[in-house]
């Protein structure tokens, strides 16, 4: 090999090594600017008290306060509150599973991490009674999914007599608005396949979309879906697979998902329903 050539080798060998370190350096830099963000979510003690119009709800004969309060600071009361809640909501869903995921809830339900808004009814004096039993709440924290920051919400559980007036949607615009005051970069959130009310909720009500991280888009098969709403174009790239929503009828006992070779998905209550996309035609 001549010298020039032993040269050049020599050249483009050391630029590859600092193209990789720099690589590395802008990676580890990436994770530790997200890390800070999440750091600095994870420390507002009030969240509330960034969206004061949000402390009460009054609207379709309901009237209520909302409160927040994190995982580790729980009161007995407040800690028999939720499980019984989630017991109401979660143990037809989950079925025999229910025991299992019942101790799981119970171990996240106090972590350091978790968040909690609360909804209580209020007194005559449209004021907090905090020893009413609570007849809502929201379970989030702030993590990372494919290296972005996102606020996960965990539960969003509402007692079943106050369903279907308007405090759920209320609830996650908060969530939205908390998440985006927090630089957060999407809203991802976990639902049971058989939850059918819960993904009526979040996918035509909410205008929610699968998850690029979803069971069934990455091709597993599980017993819940993971949706998310990204809040820019990045995060829609690296987040989201958008769905076309096709005679979606939740009376049905089930639901179909389908992915097609172009990430399309389509969703329907049954196969007779399904209005595939022209690259899933035979």
Not at 229 to 257: C, G, M, T
Request: with cysteine; aromatic share 8%; hydrophobic share 40%.
């Amino acid at each position: 090999m001549e010298p020039e050539e032993v040269l050049n080798t020599a050249s483009s060998t050391s630029n590859y090594a600092n193209t990789r370190k720099m690589n590395r350096k802008e990676i580890l830099e990436t994770k530790r600017a997200i890390n800070q963000i999440i750091k600095s979510a994870s420390a507002v003690k009030d969240h509330l008290s960034l969206f004061p119009s949000f402390r009460s709800y009054s609207r379709n004969g309901l009237s209520l306060c909302l409160e927040t309060e994190r995982g580790d600071k729980l009161t007995s009361h407040l800690k028999k509150c939720i499980q019984a809640l989630l017991k109401e909501n979660m143990e037809g869903p989950y079925g025999s599973e229910w025991p299992t995921e019942e101790k799981v809830k119970r171990k996240e339900m106090v972590s350091p991490d978790a968040r909690y808004i609360f909804v209580h009814s209020a007194n005559t004096n449209e004021m907090l009674d905090r020893n009413a039993p609570i007849i809502g709440f929201v379970h989030y924290r702030f993590t990372m999914e494919e290296e972005m920051p996102v606020l996960y919400v965990y539960e969003l559980q509402i007692e079943r007599c106050i369903q279907g007036k308007g405090i759920g949607k209320f609830l996650m615009q908060l969530i939205e608005l908390i998440a985006k005051k927090s630089r957060m970069s999407a809203v991802v959130l976990t639902v049971q396949k058989t939850n059918l009310l819960a993904l009526n909720f979040y996918l035509t009500k909410l205008r929610y979309n699968l998850s690029s991280i979803s069971p069934s888009v990455i091709g597993v098969e599980k017993s819940y879906e993971i949706l998310c709403r990204a809040f820019d174009h990045e995060a829609k790239a690296k987040l989201e697979v958008h769905i076309v929503l096709s005679n979606f009828q939740f009376k049905k006992l089930f639901f179909l998902i389908i992915v097609c070779n172009h990430h399309n998905i389509y969703l329907a209550s049954n196969i007779s329903h399904l209005h595939a996309c022209g690259c899933c035609e035979s």
